[in-house]
Structure formats: C-alpha cells, structure tokens
C-alpha cells in the first residue's frame, strides 16, 4: 500500500501561525484560566505558600473604595468611544479621494497607531509639562494662561484622553476608509440626480451604509476602555487621579504583592467585559451564530 506524502504546503500555515498561538497560549489563555482558582486563595505570589479563603476577595471589593473609585475613573474613559469614532471618521472623509499623494497622508494620519506607546506617551508628556512643554508655549504665543494638563488632577484625565485619540484615530480611520470606498458611487451619483445635498447623500447614504464600521469600532472600543492601561500607566496623574481597574489590579497583584485579590479583581473584570459585549450584540441585533 502506498504511504500519502506529508504535504509541506499544507502544514506551512500552520507553521506560520504556531508561534502567534503559542505567545497567546502562554501570555494570555493559560494566566486567564489560572487567575479563577488563585482567586479563591492569599497567595502573596511572593512565596509558595497558598490558602484557600473562599469568596473572602471577592466580599472584600464589595467594600474597597480604591477599587470603586478606579471603577468611576474608568467610566470617565468611555468619552474616548465616540471620540476617537467621530475623529476617525473626520479623517477618512477628508482622505476619501483618489488624488495623487493621497496615501502619504493617510500613512501620517496612521503612523501614530504603529508607534510604540510606552515611546509616544514619554513624548507626550514633555509635552504636558506646565513650564516648559509645548502645548503651553503654543498657548503662550496666543496669550492664554498654561494648563496643568497631565500634572493637574482635573485635566489630567483629559490629558490621557487627548492622548489616545490622538494614538487611536488612525485605527478608525482605516476602518471607516474600508467602508466608504465599499459605498457604491452609483446610489450617491443617483441621489444627485434626485437633488440630494451633500449633507443628505452623508446622512441617509454613507452614514447608514457604514453601520458595520460603527459597530466595530464601539464594541472594540468599549472593549479597550476597559484594558486601559499603559496610557494610565505611562501618563499617571497626580493623587493616582489617572488609576483605572488594570492599574488598580497591578498595584495589588505586582507592586503589594496580592495575587489573589488581584487576580479576582481580573475575573469580576472579565465577566463585566463579557455581560456587556453580549449586551451589545442583543441591542444591536447581531448575528451570534
């Protein structure tokens, strides 16, 4: 009987792809599944020593008012969703067009998403310094009084937003230009014809055809308001006025050395995160199957 031949073009992909699955398996899937059972236990990741304490950490966040005022900072962060969408499709509109050199602007407009944000947040927060930083001295060339931004805790919360949409445009715009070169020139060129403004062909045509876009980007958004951490991190308020829930759980898992509180803090933080995105897929009636 013959053998079949190991098909090398058939197991290439898979070779391709081992190393992204392995990372996600180790970096991600395998401290995910851990963090349930080291939620019910004081491990102090700091010994071998392990208890189990039952529900203590999880009645415990019901009274911790740190972990409720990072929850209230993580709130604020939400405005973020549909600013980096309108911006974003700002952006697209603008560069929605065939003219030549087109693309060297929308690689500028998208570089700020490819560039490293422990990098981006350094350089921004020279920016925001109150003396010396840039934006102060673009406002003190029009004679407006410096603003504490990030060093402040009333704008510093604004100052990390400014941030990210500024990082995070970019990735909208790619998406809504997907959508807008998909919309067929024939329904806007007969919406013409019927004396269509542009500002109706925009509303009743391009908005409503670029529906997936929107829900992409809000559930992905929401989704990333809640993994806020390396803005936080990098670009840290005064009086932690900046802290959300993953910097909260970083202090207590990395910095006090409390693994298990920290690690039920990550699960109550993984089922919000999963309630609300099927929360989002009933309102928005999407197709689960």
Known sequence: MRKNKLNPMKIAPYLFIAPAILYLLIVTIIPAIMALPISFTDWSALSTKMSFVGFENYKRLLHDAEFKRSLLIMSKFFLFVPLNMFFGLMLALLLNSKIRGMVVFRVIFYSPVITSTVAAAILFDWFYQPSFGLFNSILAVFGIKGIGWINDAKTAISSVMIFKVWKGAGAAMLIYL????????????????????????????????????????????IIGVFMIFQETYMLQGPLKSTNTVVNYIYDKGFMSSEMGYASAMSFVLFIAVLIITIIQYKVLKLDLS
Not at 189 to 208: C, H, M, N, R, V
Request: proline share 7%.
């Open 178 to 221: 997907a959508g807008l070169q998909d919309v067929a020139e024939e329904i806007k060129e007969a919406a013409s014809i019927d004396g269509a403004t542009p500002w109706q062909k925009f509303k009743y045509i391009t908005l409503p055809l670029l529906r997936p876009a929107h829900i992409y980007l809000l559930i992905t958004g």
